[in-house]
T-cell receptor, first 112, second 112 residues
């Protein structure tokens, strides 16, 4: 069955520092891949997605992610974190079966 | 002009009661979903409907019953509420999975 792993439960970075959040998926075929962000008390907002083409995808709020088939990974990056980026980040996978599965989430704390 | 709207936003009720959560989307999407987010932020799919037809029904207690009167609405009815049902419930919709899901802002259910 499809699954997705986010190895880091909680990450703390200083404002202005770079960020990388890890995501690995397990399944044979190449899935649709997504990153969502959830601010406290809010719903999930789509940051970016990959389903084909260029393996480096750009999203909103200055985020990007790179799909690496050999590593079954889809890590999220941002070159310079802002205090407003503090939130919960979820990686998700789908296989065109209306059954998107989410990782456990990574909570990002930004130090001033 | 909210894309996916859920009501109510908060719901506090006693054990044993029956309650409903409503969801509406104005995006013209064909597929709608219910997800449950537990206290550890883990998101689990419960149901998905495509054009008013149930297509995914994960292992949830049969006290939970989704109802889709038309493709813009997917309501969740819960009978005989239990303490363990306390969670945040998210509705979502999509046109094609490759483009990601649009989520509502969630309904926080507290059973006392």
């Amino acid at each position: 069955a499809q699954s997705v792993t986010q190895p880091d439960i909680h990450i703390t970075v200083s404002e202005g520092a770079s960020l990388e959040l890890r995501c690995n998926y397990s399944y044979g075929a190449t899935p649709y891949l997504f990153w969502y962000v959830q601010s406290p008390g809010q719903g999930l907002q789509l940051l970016l997605k990959y389903f084909s083409g260029d393996t480096l995808v750009q999203g909103i709020k200055g985020f990007e992610a790179e799909f690496k088939r050999s590593q079954s990974s889809f890590n999220l990056r941002k070159p310079s974190v802002h205090w407003s980026d503090a939130a919960e980040y979820f990686c998700a996978v789908g296989y065109n079966n209306n059954d998107m599965r989410f990782g456990a989430g990574t909570r990002l704390t930004v130090k001033p | 002009d909210t894309a996916v709207s859920q009501t109510p936003k908060y719901l506090v009720t006693q054990m044993g009661n029956d309650k409903s959560i409503k969801c509406e989307q104005n995006l013209g999407h064909d597929t709608m979903y219910w997800y449950k987010q537990d206290s550890k932020k883990f998101l689990k799919i419960m149901f998905s409907y495509n054009n008013k037809e149930l297509i995914i029904n994960e292992t949830v207690p049969n006290r939970f019953s989704p109802k889709s009167p038309d493709k813009a609405h997917l309501n969740l009815h819960i009978n005989s509420l239990e303490l363990g049902d306390s969670a945040v419930y998210f509705c979502a919709s999509s046109q094609e999975e490759a483009y990601g899901y649009t989520f509502g802002s969630g309904t926080r259910l507290t059973v006392v």
